[in-house]
């Protein structure tokens, strides 16, 4: 279950209560009083600063008749506390339960509901003509066509395809647009520079305006990059390259096989919390002598698995914080209980004219889910237990348990397994200063 938190429930104000229903607007408060004890000053503060007179009216009345039904009590200092009796509050709000929020994946062949997720999950996932890979109860990969996605109605239909080695990816744009910082930085030493996180309110637009298909093929095939017949298909009882004699690999091939675009971009757009990530000069210098370091090693290697390419084909800046972030979201699990990685996500964001890089993480619904929120207050604890997750995970290359998320913005470029890890690392050993 999401978080309730002060912020959480100035962006619940702005536009919601209309929408929602003044019932839901209650139990946010109580929620909100559970999880943060505020003084109804802050309260009101909160509205004071998005202007909404209407808003902080309602919250004054709300508050007070919830006083008055002893459903809200005034612990010390003058926080306001729901009631012990009420006990788990956030149990009866729906946040990802919601109609507004979810998209429910149908299998076109039986009328089954079989998955749901997130909107913009689905936005990425699920658009008309995308292939989805789900799972049966045994683990085993199901292969879907989307036949249609209803945004309005919640409903994404999928049609049962056979196996394939097509798979395609969205094509598409993000933009944020600030609406306010809700707390102060925080800033995490690195052995060389800083990581800033600050905590904001943002309004998101995603569209999706069209796919690419591509082919994903196994073939035995020179991994020498310099010969013609370089990712070529050659007989497999070959062992070695007859061109330049080096010893011949299985390998992945990925083909783009076609470009489409949409009659009509898909688009959505939402209110939610983002932590935005900003890296100084030094940190990016820091960055660059970590990933050369990886570099060097494998520099002289003939074969380079398509993992460590990606170490030479991508800014170190991107590679590092990407890797982490990847890392860090995964983790949420293990820092809070009932978070999910699922309710988060991460964009890398890049300002040409500015001299820092910056990232964003998001929250993955209208109103945030409480796990930007989660991993900004347990930030320590987060960097120690992804470390831990990353550590002991059995792959080589980064899975979906450590490293991989299959719903990445940025489809999982520019991401090292080795390199996060290593950051982590270091950051335990300057264990994670907050300044
Ligand atoms: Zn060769
Ligand atoms: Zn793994
Ligand atoms: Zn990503």
Known sequence: MAKVTLSYLSIFSTDRIPLRGLSYFSDILLACCKES???????????GQSG??????????????????????????????CAR????????????????????????????????????????EVYPDAIYIAQDFDGNPVWYKSSELKIKEGQAFLKPIGQTN?????????????????????????????????????????????YKIYNRESRWTCPNRDCRNHNQSLASKLENCLICNSQITERDIIQLVEEVVHKEAFTISYS????????????????KSKVD???????????????????????????????????????????????SSKDIDFILHEEP?????????FDTVEGGTGMCDTLF?????????????????????GCSNCTIIYRCPDDNTAISKQVGLSILQDLIQEQVQTL
């Open 37 to 47: 004890r505020p003084t109804i000053n802050q309260i009101i503060r909160h509205f």
């Open 52 to 81: 909404l007179a209407i808003a902080q009216a309602l919250t004054c009345q709300f508050a007070n008749q919830l006083i008055n039904e002893n459903k809200l009590v005034y612990s010390f200092n003058s926080k306001l506390a």
């Open 85 to 124: 009796h009420l006990g788990y509050i956030h149990g009866d709000i729906k946040i990802r339960g919601s109609r507004n929020n979810n998209i429910n994946y149908i299998n076109t062949s039986n009328g089954e509901e079989f998955e749901q997720s997130a909107i913009n999950t689905a936005l990425r």
């Open 166 to 210: 097509l798979f395609t990816r969205p094509q598409g744009v993000i933009r944020f647009e600030e609406v306010k910082t809700t707390s102060e930085a925080k800033s995490i030493k690195l052995p060389r520079g800083v990581i800033e996180l600050t905590p904001k309110i943002c309004k998101i637009s995603e569209s999706v305006i069209g």
């Open 272 to 287: 939610t919390s983002f932590l935005q990530v900003t890296i100084d000069r030094k940190a990016k210098s820091f960055f």
């Open 293 to 339: 370091k990886f570099r060097s090693k494998i520099k002289n290697q003939k074969y380079v698995s398509r993992e460590k390419r990606e170490l030479f084909e991508y800014n170190e800046t991107d590679i590092c914080i990407h890797s982490l972030a990847h890392q860090l979201m995964l983790a949420l699990p293990l820092v809070e209980h009932g978070a």
């Open 353 to 361: 004219t500015q001299p820092n890089s910056f990232g964003y993480f």
């Open 377 to 397: 207050q347990y930030l320590e604890k987060a960097v120690s237990r992804a470390r831990f997750l990353v550590e002991h995970c059995p792959c080589k290359h």
